[in-house]
C-alpha cells in the first residue's frame, strides 16, 4: 500500500511523505493537516505578522496627533501589542518557566513596561522591531533544513525487480533486500547500490564523484545509487539495502557535517543573556534602592520605580538587534543584485574570516562540458584525410547520440558548417561506442567510433601498438578521446573541459589582494586534475577524491583555520556544509549542494568571487561601526535617564537616534 502524500510547500516540487514530513522536520506549511490553501497564508506567518503590525504601529502614531482620534490610536495600538507583543509574551513565559533568562524576556519586559509609564508607543516600536528581527531569522534557518529533504528526493523510491516466474515488478526500495535482481533502463537513475550481472551501459558520475566522462559499467562492475544510466539496460545483484546505500551514506555525511558547523555567533547569544540578566537585575535593583540612595519617592514621575523602568527601556538594544540585521541585509540586497544569494548575513562575516579558498573542477572551475581540441591521424605514412571528411563521418556517428563527447563532435561538426555523410547498418554498442557503413566518395566504407577498447579488436598489430602508445600520452597530459576508424585508417579525437570564463583572472585577483591560499579537491581522475590546475594557476590540488574524503580534507581546513569551498555536485554536499562558507554555482548545482551551501553563484558567475570576498570584508566594518554606535546610543540615553537628568522622551529620542544612525550606516552596503 502507498504512503500518503502531502502537498509541498511549492507546486513545483516533489510532494513529501508522513515520513519526511514528521522525521525531517519540515515546516509546519507543508503538515498533511492543511488544506492547500491553508498552507499558502500559513507560509512565513510570522513574518507577514510582523510587517501587518509595523503598518498599524505606523497608523498608531499618525493618529495620535488629533485629539479626535486618541481613543482609536489607542485601539489599533491594542492590535500591534497582540501582533507582536503576544508570541513573544508567551515565548519568554516559556524561558522564564526554563529559568533561562535571554535578550528575549529583556525586550518583552521593556515593551510591556513601557505601559506603566505611559510610553505604549515606545513598547510597541520594540516589538515590532523584535519581531521582525525575530521572524527573518526563521526563515534564514529553515533554508538549512532542505538539504536533507532533497538529498532523499534524489534517489527514486521504486525499483524494478524480477519475480520468481521471470516478470518484472515495481517495489518500494525499502523492501528491497541485498541480493535481489532489479532492472535499469537506460535515462534512468540507479535506485540501489548493486553489482551488473548483465548488461553494458554508461553511467553519468559526475554528481556523485566528479568524473567529467561518464563512467563504462560491465559484468561484476559497481554502480552506485543515484549514478544516471546514460545508454543501455543493466541487470543489477543488489549489494545494499536502502538503509546502507551511497546517497544514504551522504545524507548522513550532511548532517554530521552541518551539525559539526561553527556556531558563528555563540559569543553573542552568550553576550544577550548576561546582558538581558544584568539589566533586568539592575533595574529591580534601581527600583528598591533609588529611594533610599536618592531619598525620592517609589511612585511618581520622579519615582525610583520611574526611572527604573525609564532605564530599562532605554537600555533595551533596540539598536544592537538592529545593528547586525540590517548590515546584513544591504548587504545581502546589493549581492543579490550580482546574482549571488546569501543565506543569511553571518556568512558574510565567516567568509570575511576565511583564509583558504577550496575548489571542485568539474562543473566549477570548468563549464562541465567538454569541447574538441583536435583530431589527429594516427600513421603520417597512410593516406591524407581532410578534416572535414573525417568530421562528415564522425558528425553522421554521434549526432543522435546523447553522450558528452557526442556533444562535443556535434558542437565542433556544427560551427565548420559540416553535413553529415550517409550511413546505413547503423548498430550502437551501449557503453563502447558506435559502427555503421558509410557511403563516401561513391565508396562503402567500414566506419567505427568510440571508446579505445571497442576499436583495438579490429586493427592489426602494428596499429595497436600505435595506438597504445598514443594513448598514453593523451591521457598524461589529462585530455579526453574517442578513437575513429575508417575503413583502415586511425583518427584520435581530443577533448578537454571548457574552463569558465574570466576564471584566471578572478583567481590572480583574489591572490593580489590578500594572502589566499587556493587548492582544488576533485573526485576526477590525477591527468585532469593536473592539467586544470595547472591552467588556471592552483599549485595544489587532491584527485581521485570520494564524498568522504573531501569530507575529511575540508574538515582539517576548517580546523586549520576559515575554509571557502566551491562546488557544485552532490559529491561536494557534505564539504559545502562542514566549510565553514559554502559557495554551490547556482546553474549546474545539484539541489542537494544548493541546499547545503551557505552562498549560491545563481548564474554561475564565478567572475563575482572576488566582489563577494570585498563586499564580505566592508561587511565587517561596517557592523563593527553599527554596534560601536548601538552601544554609544544605549549609554547615553540609558544613564542620565537613571539620575533624571533627561526626561523620558528624550531618552527615547536618543535612543532611536542610535537606531536610525546604525540604519543610514548599513545603507551604504547597498552601493555595487
Known amino acids: ?150 538529498l532523499h528526493k534524489l534517489s527514486p523510491t521504486k525499483a524494478t525487480v524480477f519475480s520468481s516466474d521471470g516478470h518484472l515488478i515495481e517495489r518500494s526500495v525499502k523492501d528491497i533486500e541485498v541480493g535481489t535482481s532489479i532492472l535499469v533502463r537506460p535515462g534512468e537513475i540507479v535506485p540501489l547500490d548493486g553489482k551488473v550481472i548483465e548488461g553494458v551501459s554508461s553511467v553519468n558520475l559526475v554528481h556523485l564523484t566528479g568524473e567529467s566522462l561518464p563512467v563504462l559499467k560491465t559484468i561484476d562492475d559497481q554502480v552506485p545509487a543515484g549514478a544516471r544510466n546514460l545508454d543501455g539496460a543493466i541487470t543489477l545483484c543488489v549489494t545494499h539495502t536502502a538503509a546502507d546505500s551511497t546517497l544514504t551514506k551522504i545524507i548522513q555525511l550532511v548532517t554530521q557535517a552541518q551539525e559539526a558547523k561553527p556556531k558563528l555567533q555563540r559569543w553573542f547569544d552568550r553576550f544577550s543573556r548576561t546582558y538581558a540578566l544584568t539589566i533586568i537585575s539592575l533595574s529591580a535593583f534601581f527600583a528598591i534602592s533609588l529611594h533610599y540612595i536618592l531619598s525620592i519617592p517609589f511612585l511618581g514621575f520622579e519615582g525610583s520605580v520611574y526611572r527604573a523602568v525609564a532605564f530599562l527601556i532605554a537600555a533595551s538594544p533596540c539598536a544592537l538587534i538592529l545593528a547586525l540585521p540590517i548590515a546584513y541585509l544591504s548587504a545581502i540586497s546589493a549581492c543579490a543584485k550580482k546574482g549571488i544569494l546569501l543565506k543569511g548575513g553571518v556568512v558574510l562575516d565567516a567568509l570575511a574570516q576565511c583564509s583558504t579558498i577550496a575548489f571542485d573542477k568539474t562543473g566549477t572551475l570548468t563549464t562541465g562540458e567538454l569541447t574538441c581540441t583536435g583530431i589527429k591521424q594516427l600513421s603520417a605514412n597512410e593516406a591524407h584525410w581532410n578534416e572535414n571528411e573525417i568530421l562528415a563521418i564522425a558528425y553522421a556517428l554521434e549526432k543522435n547520440a546523447v553522450h558528452p563527447i557526442a556533444k562535443a563532435v556535434n558542437s565542433y561538426a556544427s560551427k565548420k558548417n559540416i553535413t553529415s555523410a550517409s550511413l546505413k547498418e547503423f548498430k550502437s554498442v551501449p557503453g563502447y561506442g558506435i559502427q555503421a557503413n558509410a557511403l563516401f566518395n561513391n565508396k562503402e566504407l567500414s566506419v567505427f567510433m568510440g571508446h579505445p577498447e571497442y576499436i583495438l579488436p579490429h586493427v592489426n598489430e602494428e596499429q595497436k601498438q600505435q595506438l597504445n602508445q598514443e ?165 547615553m540615553a540609558s544613564i542620565p535617564a537613571l539620575g533624571g537628568l533627561i526626561p523620558l522622551w528624550v531618552a527615547v529620542v536618543m535612543h532611536e537616534g542610535g537606531t536610525v544612525l546604525v540604519g543610514l550606516n548599513a545603507l551604504r552596503l547597498l552601493k555595487k
Not at 496627533?65 to 497582540?82: E, H, W
Not at 551551501?597 to 554561475?604: N, Q, S
Open 471 to 635: 594513448l598514453d600520452v593523451i591521457r598524461r597530459e589529462g585530455k579526453i578521446l574517442a578513437v575513429l576508424m575508417i575503413d583502415t585508417h586511425l583518427f584520435i579525437f581530443t577533448f578537454e573541459d571548457v574552463l569558465r570564463p574570466h576564471l584566471k583572472d578572478t583567481l590572480q585577483k583574489i591572490k593580489q589582494k590578500k594572502q589566499w591560499k587556493l587548492l582544488m579537491l576533485t573526485g576526477d581522475h590525477e591527468n585532469n586534475a593536473r592539467r586544470i590546475a595547472d591552467e588556471v594557476g592552483i599549485s595544489e590540488y587532491h584527485a581521485n577524491l570520494k564524498p568522504e574524503d573531501k569530507l575529511n580534507h575540508v574538515s582539517e581546513l576548517a580546523q586549520k583555520g576559515g575554509l571557502a569551498m566551491v562546488g557544485d555536485g552532490i559529491n561536494d554536499a557534505p564539504a559545502l556544509a562542514r566549510a565553514t562558507v559554502g559557495i554551490c554555482m547556482g546553474k549546474v548545482g545539484s539541489g542537494a549542494a544548493l541546499d547545503a551551501a551557505e552562498v549560491i553563484l545563481l548564474h554561475d558567475n564565478l567572475e563575482y568571487l572576488d566582489w563577494l570576498l570585498r563586499k564580505a570584508s566592508q561587511t565587517q566594518a561596517i557592523v563593527k561601526q553599527n554596534l560601536f554606535i548601538a552601544i554609544g546610543a544605549i549609554l
Open 1 to 150: 500500500m502507498m504512503e500518503p502524500s502531502i502537498t509541498s510547500r511549492s507546486s513545483k516540487t516533489k510532494p513529501a511523505i508522513f515520513e519526511e514530513f514528521f522525521g525531517l522536520g519540515q515546516e509546519e506549511t507543508a503538515s498533511p493537516f492543511l488544506t492547500p490553501s491553508s498552507r499558502k497564508w500559513a507560509a512565513h506567518l510570522t513574518l507577514k505578522a510582523a510587517l501587518l503590525a509595523a503598518l498599524l504601529l505606523v497608523c498608531s502614531f499618525v493618529l495620535s496627533f488629533f485629539s479626535s482620534t486618541q481613543a482609536l490610536s489607542s485601539l489599533v495600538l491594542v492590535f500591534v501589542y497582540f501582533l507582536a507583543g503576544v508570541p513573544s509574551l508567551i515565548e519568554s513565559i516559556e524561558d522564564l518557566a526554563d529559568f533561562d533568562i535571554n535578550i528575549d524576556v529583556l525586550m518583552t519586559l521593556a515593551a510591556f513596561s513601557s505601559v506603566l509609564i505611559g510610553s505604549s508607543l515606545e513598547g510597541a516600536l520594540l516589538l515590532v522591531l523584535f519581531s521582525i528581527s525575530g521572524s527573518i531569522e526563521d526563515m534564514v534557518s529553515a533554508k538549512a533544513k532542505g538539504s536533507i529533504n532533497h
